[in-house]
C-alpha cells in the first residue's frame, strides 16, 4: 500500500484535476490517486478515536506523512503530538506548512499523487518541501488593512480603505503586493494550471486576466478553504495557486533529487534535512566516505 497523505481538514483535499494527462488510473468515478485521511481537531474527534483511526493507518500503510498550516489552533496542533507520542511512532512524520491554504491543499495533492510512484515514505515526505517551491499561491482581496503575512506599505494600508479598492497578493515563493488594474505579478516561467477558489468579480479576475497573464494551460474552480480568511485577515478574498499538474514531471523532479540516508533515523531523504526527524544533512566535510569510516 502507499505511504498515507493526511490532512488537518477535509476542505485541503482538492478534487482531482479533469484531464490529467499521466494520471493513475482508477475506478470508475473515483480519483486517480489514493485519498488523504484527515485528522481532525480535539472538538470533532476523542483522543480514543483519534488514536485508533491512526493507528489503523500505520497498519494499513506503514508510514503517515501528515501535513497541517502553520496557523493551525494549538488545540489541534498539540493533539496531532499527543497521538504521535502515545504510538510512541517514528513511523509519522508532521509537517508544517507556511503555505497558504489553497497552496497547501496544492501541495497535498501533488503528494498524493506521488503515493503511488516508487518513492519511499522518507523521499514522499522529503519531496514536501521541493514542490512547495514550485507553487505560486496568491489571493485577491478586498482589504489588507489585517494582512500580516507579506509587507504592506502604509500607503496601500490607507488604499485599502477606500470603496472598490481591490488587491492582488502573491505570498509564495516571493511576497508581492500590487492594486488590481495598476500593476502585475510575476508568475511562474514554466507551464503550469491554476485553481481558484472565490466567487465574484475577485473570481472572475483570477480565472481570467491573472490566468491569461501568466499563460496557464488550464483553470481549475473549487470552494475556499476553511483555513483562508483568518489566513489572509479577511473574508472577502479569492486565492488562487499556480502549480505542476502532469504526474510524470512531478516524478521527474523528485527523481532527479539525490537520494540519501538519514543519519539520524535512517530514513531516505533528497534535500538538506530529513522528512521525518528534521534531522539536517551533513555538509561534505562531515560526511562520511561510502566504507562509513574515516
Not at 140 to 167: E, I, Y
Not at 175 to 189: A, I
Not at 197 to 210: E, K, P, V
Not at 215 to 232: D, I, M
Request: proline residues 10%; glycine residues 8%; aromatic residues 6%.
Amino acid at each position: 500500500m502507499p505511504t498515507a497523505i493526511a490532512v488537518t481538514n477535509a476542505d485541503l483535499l482538492l478534487p482531482a484535476i479533469e484531464g490529467s494527462p499521466n494520471s493513475r488510473p482508477g475506478p470508475a468515478g473515483s480519483e486517480p490517486y489514493p485519498p488523504a485521511a484527515v485528522l481532525a481537531s480535539p472538538d470533532e474527534q476523542s483522543l480514543d478515536a483519534a488514536l485508533g483511526e491512526t493507528h489503523r493507518l500505520l497498519e494499513q500503510h506503514g508510514h503517515v506523512v501528515a501535513l497541517y498550516p502553520d496557523s493551525l489552533p494549538d488545540a489541534h496542533r498539540r493533539r496531532l503530538h499527543t497521538v504521535r507520542s502515545i504510538l510512541e511512532s517514528d513511523r509519522i512524520t508532521l509537517i508544517p506548512s507556511a503555505l497558504p491554504p489553497l497552496g497547501l491543499a496544492v501541495l497535498v495533492r501533488q503528494l498524493r499523487q506521488l503515493s503511488v510512484c516508487d518513492f519511499s515514505p522518507g523521499v514522499l515526505a522529503s519531496a514536501a518541501r521541493l514542490l512547495a517551491h514550485y507553487i505560486h499561491a496568491g489571493a485577491v482581496l478586498n482589504s489588507v488593512t489585517r494582512l500580516d503575512r507579506v509587507p504592506v506599505a502604509l500607503k496601500t494600508h490607507a488604499r485599502s480603505w477606500l470603496p472598490g479598492s481591490q488587491f492582488a497578493v502573491l505570498a509564495h515563493p516571493v511576497p508581492q503586493l500590487v492594486r488590481v488594474g495598476t500593476g502585475e505579478l510575476e508568475g511562474p516561467d514554466y507551464s503550469c494550471h491554476l485553481v481558484v477558489a472565490g466567487d465574484g468579480a475577485t473570481s472572475s479576475w483570477a480565472a481570467g486576466t491573472l490566468a491569461a497573464l501568466w499563460q496557464v494551460n488550464g483553470v481549475q474552480e473549487c470552494p475556499l478553504p476553511g483555513y483562508s480568511a483568518p489566513w489572509w485577515g479577511t473574508a472577502k478574498l479569492t486565492e488562487f495557486a499556480a502549480y505542476l499538474p502532469d504526474l510524470s514531471v512531478l516524478y521527474q523532479l523528485v527523481a532527479s533529487v539525490r537520494r540519501e540516508s538519514c543519519r539520524w533515523c535512517g530514513m531516505e531523504l533528497i534535500g538538506d534535512r530529513c522528512g521525518f526527524c528534521a534531522s539536517p544533512v551533513p555538509g561534505p566535510e562531515l560526511r562520511l566516505p561510502a566504507g562509513g569510516t574515516s
